[in-house]
């Protein structure tokens, strides 16, 4: 079961750099303040919740 948790959280940040690399890219400016917001949006429902619920 850890290997599966791990390999799933590994697949949501591979994700999570995607989106970052596309916002960063899109708007310079916006960036920063866009990436402090999805970092805490990440971290709170991407990572946290989807792993728990996986491990049921």
């Not at 590994?10 to 916006?30: M, P, Q």
């Not at 429902?45 to 491990?55: A, W, Y």
């Amino acid at each position: 079961m850890k290997v599966i948790e791990i390999s799933k959280k590994e697949e949501a940040i591979n994700l999570y750099l995607d989106v970052t690399t596309l916002v960063i890219s899109t708007d310079r400016e916006k960036s920063q303040k866009k990436l402090k917001e999805l970092q805490f949006e990440f971290t709170k429902q991407d990572v946290i919740s989807p792993s728990v619920e996986m491990t049921e």
